[in-house]
């Protein structure tokens, strides 16, 4: 109902102001042709003195007959010159109007925008934070020990408080009957405004809903004037608090959800790489074993067979010294936190062209992590840029990240890590950061042009104008 009656409020400030810019548009029209039309009476006028001086020179007194005209040219000039300071003037007071309709119609905007959730967050701007505690239960113990305060000061009546000592029928104990039965309405008035507020504060209207409790207290305060009755500033300020503490509470699960989904990403690439270390040690063992077995057999032979076995030993050493190397590296990544895979990722048929991914993997295979992020959460699948291996990936990733910085597309999750670049500037860094890695430049993109192709294939035989596809339309 109240926001009903202000968006009618709104609507005719709003009719007001624009009557108003109209009547003044309308009056400068009319200033416009006066001035014109008094230019021309002038212009003519001095024709007239010009023609007459002329034609009866030596007859009249030019003198004369000019001064004649030239009063008539004044007093013309004299009614034009008051017409337009009446104008003038009318403009002045149209202007004035408008100026009050404006403030008002401002006014019942920031009023509305505290019930209309659409405009709460474009009006009131987005919430700072206000404390700064290390974990969710920090936030909870302090929203408790809020709340007793308030108990404390309802327990003590300071949180409402009446400033004359009332008398009812001559009596102070009914005076005070009176107060009290006033001071549990306005408690359980503005509490309950304040428990409305707190229950739907969220991101995007958390300013709205302390701009909302700081309202009800005006309001309570302004109708209680006349009964003496007021919600004290210190209790208002505890609701305030209350509020933002609750808030902040809920932002802080959130952050620590993600938080827990991280550690537990992490820890299941820890697992696997021990698994693959395990893998990669047994691997080396059995290539070992074969080898050792190639070596006693041929040890017993002699002619051709001594040449197939030395053929096979020469294989066997190969094998066994790439998976000595994969055992060796899958032992330094299991073995050191900070080593790991730093890779450039782009998918345009999902995100569109210079959009990239830059990330951070400690699996044995960074390919795997490739190949999971374009699963099931994206239609297409990524392209691959680099993939680079670093004693000190974190720090290599961090330096990747703060140099393009500016253009990260999510500001507020730091965790999401796609950035608005260019291929060429991201291996223009790279290069300078990592200067032996490679990088390929090219996206295949593969299934996203094969189902453009198909998809214009299938608009060429309806007989329909091919188009250009963009990833939104996929």
């Known amino acids: 109902m109240v926001s009903t009656y202000l968006t009618i409020l709104c609507a005719l400030a709003a009719l007001g102001a624009a009557f108003a810019w109209w009547r003044i548009r309308e009056i400068n029209k009319v200033l416009g042709d006066e001035l014109d039309q008094a230019k021309a009476e002038t212009r003519r006028a001095e024709e007239e003195i010009e023609r007459r001086s002329q034609r009866f020179l030596g007859v009249l007194d030019a003198d004369a007959e000019e001064a004649r005209i030239r009063k008539i040219i004044a007093d013309e000039q004299t009614r034009g010159q008051a017409a337009i300071a009446e104008q003038n003037n009318e403009l002045e007071q149209l202007r004035c109007s408008y100026r009050e309709k404006r403030a008002v119609y401002d006014a019942l905007i920031a009023q509305l925008a505290i019930f209309d959730e659409r405009l709460a967050f474009a009006e009131m701007g987005i919430y700072e934070p206000h404390f700064d505690f290390s974990d969710s239960d920090a936030y909870k113990a302090e929203i408790i020990a809020v709340r007793e305060e308030q108990k404390r000061m309802v327990s003590d009546k300071t949180a409402v408080y009446c400033t004359t000592n009332w008398t009812v029928d001559g009596s102070h104990s009914k005076g005070q009957t009176m107060t009290n039965r006033n001071i549990r309405l306005t408690l359980r008035a503005f509490n309950n405004e304040c428990d409305a507020a707190i229950a739907n504060a969220r ?272």
């Open 203 to 474: 991101w995007n209207n958390a300013n709205a809903m302390l701009k909302r409790i700081e309202n009800a207290r005006d309001q309570i305060n302004k109708l209680n004037a006349s009964n003496s009755v007021f919600v004290s500033d210190a209790y208002f300020d505890l609701k305030v608090k209350e509020l933002r503490l609750t808030h902040e509470y809920r932002e802080k699960l959130k952050v620590e959800r993600e938080e827990r989904a991280e550690l537990a990403r992490l820890a299941r690439e820890e697992q696997k790489l021990l698994r693959d270390l395990e893998k990669a040690q047994e691997e080396e063992a059995y290539y070992e074993k074969l080898l050792n077995k190639a070596k006693a057999e041929a040890a017993k032979s002699v002619g051709p067979q001594l040449d197939a076995y030395a053929e096979q030993i020469k294989a066997l050493e190969k094998d066994l010294s790439d998976a000595h190397a994969k055992a060796e590296r899958a032992k330094a990544m299991a073995e050191q936190t900070r080593s790991g895979y730093v890779y450039v990722i782009s998918n345009i048929g999902s995100f569109g062209e210079g959009i990239v991914k830059i990330g951070l993997t400690r699996r044995l295979d960074p390919l795997d992590r490739v190949r999971e992020l374009g699963d099931a959460s994206v239609p297409f699948t990524f392209d691959v840029h680099a993939v680079i291996y670093n004693d000190d990936a974190p720090s290599l990733e961090k330096a990747l990240h703060n140099a393009f910085e500016e253009t990260r597309i999510n500001t507020q999750n730091t965790r999401k890590e796609f950035f608005r670049a260019s291929i060429e500037d991201v291996e223009a860094t790279v290069k300078q950061l990592a200067p032996a890695a490679t990088f390929l430049k090219d996206v295949e993109a593969q299934e996203y042009r094969e189902t453009v192709a198909r998809r214009e294939a299938e608009l060429s035989k309806a007989g329909l104008a091919k188009r250009e596809m963009f990833p939104t339309e996929l």
